[in-house]
């Protein structure tokens, strides 16, 4: 199987996952809401990110190994793989043992840092220890497998074990909750039901792959190891940040509000990157073959199409949030979850997040990790200050204008190191993008709130969005018919194609 067709299957199975995934986190959340309340949804969301702060300890290693690993899976070099394995399972396992000492202190640390009132303090010792073990499981056994996957194209395989996960899980969830069930007891069944992922993945790998793990590597295959850290650290602040300084800072029902937009914005962004996750390896490749030109000319076409695709998705999330937000919140009636200009916020700093993806994407398959790290630091410290200025005076607004802030630094700079150290592209090229971008997006939200104005049930919600996104599409094609005239055409024909193939 040829690359293009392995980018191909990997775009449409990845697509299949955040669709799934984006459902799961839609119905869940609600679950809870109706049937535990907004503050154990926020405790349950608080956690999750406290757990998620572990992977600082990744140091981004796990951007490297795949980076590194392009080149031997491209030549078939069997021995430099296992070299690399070998040094990528150790220091994950070391990891995984830390996370055990990591869950005692947050048992001991977090019941002091926020106030609860819904559950006992050992209901949320048991949250905890619950929602941990998958964490462990992931990073003692299965992480390492999922990145050899990736690395070597074959990303569908693991997002094709998660999907079956999912299901289940979600399955088995609704059957509790429905029962009657406490909320330990469906986080801990949760859990254990996504250990069947790792061990899957084990098993493939040792089927597929002759991976032998060796005692000692006299020399370093991953030279590049720790140099991945500060885009490491800037990830995870980013996705963990804002729900943790809710939790100190603030209360629970914020982080609750704070989640269910995010759920909006998380979902987008997550079928964005499932349009965009096979690139990495993709560039990869054809960086290690030294194919510039290639590279420059499927560079342009990816970054109008992404570019293009979240215009139009992220407008009409613009429009869309807050009618979906009253709607999947009815019934719930704790707090008001009413946050128009919070919610307009975070949804521009998730459309400037996924703006960057192809450049982030090259320049970590160029593996220029350490020239790009002090950049990441600048980023988390510019979330940090402006978040923590913010937050007493302004609460989710403050978090959201951190991030919003520090995302926009972010994005400028890659497209910047790009131009000057990868490909040598025009800044007038991005110049063009944005401002047909911000075109388009104020078009389709001007049309959009005209649209949907008054109050709306589930079934004109769903009217109103295709309506908007039917009408966001032929505002997309006139406005880039002028700008973009060949790639308009290009995307029309093969969609004519498509029509006349099946029909």
């Not at 119905?27 to 809401?33: A, D, E, G």
């Not at 090259?362 to 002090?374: D, E, K, P, V, Y």
């Amino acid at each position: 199987m040829d690359r293009k067709k392995k980018l191909q299957i990997n775009t449409s199975v990845s697509l299949l996952y955040r669709i799934i995934t984006l459902l799961y986190g839609l119905v869940l959340p609600r679950l809870i809401l109706l049937y535990f309340g907004s503050e154990t949804n926020g405790l349950i969301n608080s956690i999750n990110n406290f757990l998620n702060i572990i992977t600082f300890l990744d140091f981004g290693v796990g951007a490297v190994v795949e980076a590194t690993l392009y080149k031997p899976l491209s030549e078939n070099d069997s021995r430099k793989v296992n070299q690399i394995m070998t040094v990528a399972k150790k220091h994950f396992r070391k990891i995984a043992y830390v996370l055990i000492i990591y869950i005692f202190f947050l048992i001991i640390i977090f019941p002091r840092l926020t106030d609860i009132s819904s559950l006992s303090i050992w209901s949320v010792f048991f949250l905890i220890v619950s929602m941990s073990i998958s964490k462990f499981a992931q990073y003692y056994f299965g992480i390492t497998n999922e990145i050899l996957l990736n690395a070597d194209q074959k990303g569908y395989i693991q997002l094709l074990s998660e999907i079956v996960v999912i299901i289940l899980n979600l399955t088995l969830i609704i059957a509790l909750i429905v029962a009657g069930a406490h909320i330990n007891q469906v986080i801990f069944f949760s859990s254990l039901i996504y250990l069947i992922r790792p061990i899957y993945l084990k098993w493939y790998t040792s089927q597929h792959y002759n991976i032998e793990i060796e005692e000692k590597v006299k020399s370093n295959p991953i030279p590049q190891l720790w140099n991945g850290v500060a885009q490491h650290v800037a990830y995870t602040v980013q996705n963990s940040l804002n729900t943790i300084i809710l939790t100190i800072f603030s209360s629970l029902e914020n982080v609750s509000i704070y989640s269910v937009y995010n759920i909006v914005t998380r979902g987008l962004n997550s079928i964005i990157h499932s349009l965009t996750n096979s690139l990495k390896p993709f560039f990869g490749n054809l960086l290690a073959n030294n194919e510039e030109d290639l590279l420059n000319y499927y560079f342009d076409k990816i970054e109008w199409f992404i570019h293009t695709v979240i215009v139009l998705g992220f407008s009409i999330c613009v429009v869309m949030i807050i009618p979906f937000v009253e709607l999947y919140t009815s019934g719930v009636e704790d707090i008001n979850y009413y946050a128009p200009l919070f919610s307009f916020l975070l949804v521009i700093s998730q459309a400037v997040y996924c703006i960057r993806i192809p450049y982030n994407y090259l320049i970590q398959s160029a593996g220029h990790f350490r020239q790009t790290q002090t950049s990441s630091i600048i980023e988390v410290v510019i979330n940090l200050v402006v978040s923590l200025l913010f937050i007493h005076k302004f609460e989710l607004v403050g978090v959201a204008l951190g991030t919003l802030t520090s995302m926009t630094y972010g994005t400028i700079y890659l497209v910047l190191y790009l131009r000057y150290n990868i490909l040598f592209r025009s800044i007038k090229k991005f110049g063009k993008q944005i401002f047909v971008d911000i075109i388009t997006f104020i078009v389709i939200v001007i049309i959009g709130i005209k649209l949907t104005s008054g109050e709306a049930n589930v079934m004109l919600w769903v009217l109103n969005s295709v309506s908007l996104g039917i009408i966001g599409i032929m505002v997309i094609i006139i406005i880039n018919s002028l700008f973009y005239k060949k790639n308009t055409l290009y995307i029309v024909e093969r969609i004519k194609r498509k029509f006349k193939t099946k029909f």
